[in-house]
């Protein structure tokens, strides 16, 4: 074949297609005033007789029965056909005029259901040749594109399965449902942002999933409209006191029901958005998972399965902010949320808890199966940088706590031992995933080799409540934390174990902080000799600043002191961030 062959044969199918487009459009077009002709002829049999109405429906029947499948409307020449069906008698031997209008006003009222559908395939052919239309020039309408899953519970097939495929059209995911069972078990299985639901279904009403939906928590904030034939006024203020969000009276027009989905999921992801979501990484906020916790728990007490928390802290993020400034701290953060989500699960969710803190939630899933989870999220952090700046990438490593939920925990408790697993991680050389087992931890698939040891803090002070609170600052900055009430526990413990810093208290029973020192100086140990010494003390005195400095301390601080200043100068003693 030529290049001139190939080009005049592309023409020419240009040109069928062009024509076969253009006539799908006339055809619909007719199609639309032959629907109202033969809607009129249905109303005028089902008032009087009129003998030559029947064979001018079945004519009309019949030629569509004919003609739309010639375009590619194979539904409408269906339904034509069933129509041309119901009124083949009136093509037979003539009846008698009494027993023709009987038949004629039998068969008007059987054929109301099936022109109904006739107009519904044409709205759906209507909206298939727009979009096809659209794309082609690149533009799109304001529903085009529209997000959101949708669940349509109705028990009328026809308009079940003409919602749902006009609501595909315009963009969004639709599951259906005949029966309030099935809705049941849909709900159980998958998420939704809004129902539909019919009242008047068979053999439980849609009263019946209201019930459902209040009972649970995680699923009675789902926006909710309701269809209904029915226009009693005592039905909507029922639905809208049980919680439904609009009531819809059938029959109705598509596109009023369109906007109404459109505003109510517009105003609730506005909602969502201001009031659950970190404005910037865009995942739920600490709030949210404080709400939802709780819910997941009263499903599990329901329905009980295993359910995990992954506590994730990004390793070294100081240092990123103070190397290379907030903005690309922003993009650490930003880039490690969204890699975090595209690893999860839908049925999981993702919170930023606080900082570089991010708390993941993993229902239906035991520790291992989770920890193997962080586990490949934290590999793939290895093999490819979290964000880029001006082409410079910028990849980090995070370490991860995993506890599963077992029977009668507190939340609180829960979250404070996949916190806790956390710091050890950190302890153990950052850069790992640990799973919560009781008094100690076990490492997944694998721990990198060559770290350095982390360091260690002994915190030595009768003041049970400030030991408990330097412990818990203290975990912040990657170091194992021991903790002494009185000055001769604290020298055992410095004499069992290498202790990098030692924070003081200057009066303390069975041995005070200076009586510490005056030990610690004379003995000839090397591990006392290299552990460094900050001082707590309530004494402000000049003397007593210079007596504890003469001893040995390598810093003095006098209560009450600032938390930020005490950080900053353990930093500065153990080397960190230097």
């Not at 506890?403 to 950190?426: C, F, N, Q, S, V």
């Amino acid at each position: 074949m030529t290049d001139s062959q190939e080009r005049d044969g592309l023409e020419k199918q240009r040109r069928n297609e062009r024509l076969l487009k253009e006539g799908k459009a006339h055809f619909l077009e007719e199609l639309h005033k032959q629907i109202h002709t033969m809607e009129q002829m249905l109303c005028r049999m089902e008032q009087d007789f009129e003998e030559e109405l029947p064979g001018h429906f079945y004519r009309y029947a019949h030629t569509l029965k004919g003609s739309a499948p010639v375009f590619g409307f194979a539904s409408v020449g269906d339904v034509a056909g069933l129509l041309a069906a119901e009124w083949e008698w009136s093509q037979e031997e003539a009846k008698a005029e009494t027993a023709a209008a009987s038949s004629a006003r039998q068969s008007a009222l059987n054929s109301k259901g099936s022109l109904m559908q006739l107009k519904m395939e044409l709205i759906i052919l209507q909206r298939q040749l727009q979009v096809s239309d659209q794309k082609e020039q690149g533009a799109r309408t304001p529903l085009m594109g529209q997000t959101g899953k949708l669940l349509v519970v109705d028990d009328d097939d026809v308009l079940r399965s003409f919602l749902v495929r006009r609501f595909e059209l315009d963009g969004y995911i639709v599951h259906e449902s005949d029966s309030v069972a099935k809705a049941k078990q849909k709900l159980r299985e998958d998420t939704y942002d809004l129902i539909l639901l019919d009242l008047m279904m068979h053999p439980q009403s849609g009263y019946e999933l209201f019930d459902y939906l209040k009972e649970d928590p995680t699923l009675k904030w789902i926006p909710l409209i309701v269809l209904s034939a029915r226009n009693d006024v005592h039905d909507k203020v029922r639905c809208l006191m049980l919680g439904a969000n609009d009531y819809v009276t059938k029959p109705f027009q598509y596109d009023e029901l369109a906007a109404r989905i459109f505003s109510l999921l517009s105003r609730t992801k506005n909602f969502e958005q201001l009031a659950f979501r970190d404005p910037l990484t865009g995942i739920f906020n600490r709030r949210y998972f404080d709400h939802q916790i709780e819910q997941e728990l009263q499903r599990i007490a329901r329905y009980p399965a295993p359910i995990s928390i992954a506590f994730i802290d990004i390793d070294r993020f100081k240092h990123i902010n103070d190397t290379y400034g907030h903005a690309i701290g922003d993009l650490v953060l930003q880039g490690l949320a969204h890699l975090l989500q595209q690893q999860l699960r839908s049925t999981d969710f993702l919170a930023r808890f606080g900082g570089e803190e991010f708390i993941a939630v993993m229902p239906n899933t035991t520790g291992e199966q989770a920890a193997r989870i962080m586990e490949g999220v934290l590999q793939l952090t290895h093999r490819q940088p979290i964000a880029q700046y001006e082409g410079q990438p910028f990849s980090i490593t995070f370490s991860c706590g995993v506890a599963e939920w077992t029977k009668g925990l507190p939340t609180a408790h829960w979250i404070a031992l996949a916190d806790e697993t956390m710091y050890r991680a950190k302890q153990q050389g950052r850069d790992r995933v640990l799973i919560a087992g009781g008094k100690s931890e076990t490492a997944v698939l694998f721990a990198p080799e060559g770290e350095l040891k982390p360091k260690r803090v002994l915190v030595a002070d009768d003041d049970g409540i400030l030991r408990s609170i330097l412990a818990s600052r203290l975990k912040k900055l990657s170091v194992q934390v021991a903790e002494a009430k009185d000055g001769e526990e604290a020298y055992r413990y410095l004499h069992e174990h290498d202790v990098d810093l030692c924070i003081l208290d200057g009066v303390m029973p069975r041995m005070d902080g200076f009586e510490l020192l005056k030990k610690m100086k004379a003995d000839s140990g090397e591990r006392l000799r290299n552990t460094r010494i900050l001082m707590l003390s309530g004494k402000k005195r000049e003397e007593d600043i210079a007596l504890a400095l003469q001893l040995g301390a390598d810093e003095y601080m006098s209560k009450p002191f600032s938390l930020v200043e005490l950080e900053m100068r353990v930093n500065h003693l153990l080397g960190i961030n230097e």
